[in-house]
């Protein structure tokens, strides 16, 4: 690699973000506060692009798998800590941070990419059978995890007791352990675009695939890093709206999710919708199988209250986005009105949340 090279922004902000952080700069007041934003931002889109740089190594599906497992790890990482640091008084975070990472993906980033796309080529095209796969593992989690639990009888109201959360967590790993075995041996070709590569990409070489990987374990590790130390100013801008807490969690599902939502609408303006599949409904697959068993084991160590269940009007609301978002890919090609729709179903939940 060249030396100019790391005069690149992708190379600069994580640096400057994890310098900021660990100088202590953070919690300054606002204007530290600022600063702390504009290095997060720089750090997201640098996150979007060492995970370009590393899906262009490896290929499809593997490049989308690797930016799934990372989002989720670090979301795991910042709930896992928020809980720890709340006590009791975080027993919905979990809920209310994995639920709302779910319905910005189903709504929020499938929505963009299929208005992005529709807008530039009309219609866009994917393999109906990566869409039903992802859905029918995604929608078993989702029912299990949250919407089971406000009908179980061993422990009232919306919670799981040690043994259930125990079978649900091993649920989730089995769903999510075949479904990489189906996407990966089994029916690869299911999530691989149909043409190969939409366009042509500059392959990057060993050196600058390993330099990207790890920058990327940066860009996200300083995201959720900055995003628990900005925390606590976003629950005092959301106590100031005079909005209710669980907004909290859609801001952090938010900054989270940014960097593989702007990857895959990247993916859908280059018309690789195919691609930009894979990293939503992979990330959603992932967020929800694989966090739930680990906010579990956290609940079941800590002796943490932990409540799953949606209340009524949640429930309703993730019912419409996964029945909206099952027809608008049942045909295996997008048009402007499926991501319209996709995209008023999320502003309906945020703004039943902000106004329940």
Do not use: W
């Not at 429930?315 to 009105?337: A, D, P």
């Amino acid at each position: 690699m060249k030396p100019k090279e790391f005069l690149h922004y992708t190379y600069i902000f994580p640096v400057l973000a994890v310098i900021y952080y660990f100088a202590g700069f953070m919690g300054q007041g606002i204007i530290s506060d600022i600063i702390a934003g504009i290095l997060l931002t720089g750090s997201v889109l640098s996150a979007v692009h060492h995970a370009e740089v590393v899906a262009h190594k490896v290929g499809e599906p593997y490049g989308t798998i690797i930016l799934a497992l990372c989002i989720t790890i670090i979301e795991v990482a910042l709930i896992v800590s928020l809980m720890v640091a709340g006590g009791a008084e975080a027993i919905t975070l979990a809920r209310d941070t994995v639920f709302a990472a779910v319905m910005i993906i189903l709504n929020g980033i499938i929505g963009i990419c299929v208005l992005v796309g529709g807008v530039k080529y009309f219609e866009q095209f994917f393999a109906r059978t990566s869409a039903t796969t992802y859905l029918v593992s995604i929608v078993s989690i989702l029912v299990i995890t949250l919407i089971l639990p406000n009908f179980t009888s061993s422990v009232n109201g919306p919670y799981y007791n040690n043994a259930q959360l125990i079978f649900v967590s091993i649920a989730c790993f089995v769903i999510y352990g075949v479904f990489l075995m189906v996407q990966t041996v089994r029916h690869r070709s299911y999530f691989v675009p149909a043409d190969g590569n939409a366009e042509e990409h500059f392959i990057p070489n060993k050196t600058q695939t390993i330099v990207s990987f790890f920058l990327l374990v940066v860009c996200l590790i300083v995201v959720v890093l900055m995003a628990k130390g900005l925390s606590k100013t976003i629950e005092d801008v959301v106590q100031s709206m005079g909005a209710p807490k669980s907004l909290v969690g859609v801001i952090i599902a938010g900054v989270v999710l940014l960097p593989e939502g702007l990857a895959a609408i990247r993916a859908a303006r280059n018309n690789q919708f195919q691609s930009s599949l894979n990293l939503a409904l992979g990330s959603a697959l992932a967020s929800i199988g694989l966090s739930i068993p680990a906010i579990s084991a956290v609940s079941i160590m800590y002796d943490i209250p932990l409540v799953l269940g949606l209340d009524k009007k949640d429930i309703i609301l993730l019912t419409l986005s996964v029945f909206i978002v099952m027809l608008s890919l049942s045909r295996g090609k997008t048009n402007i009105l499926y991501g319209t729709v996709l995209l008023v179903n999320l502003a309906a939940y945020i703004f039943t949340v902000i106004v329940p």
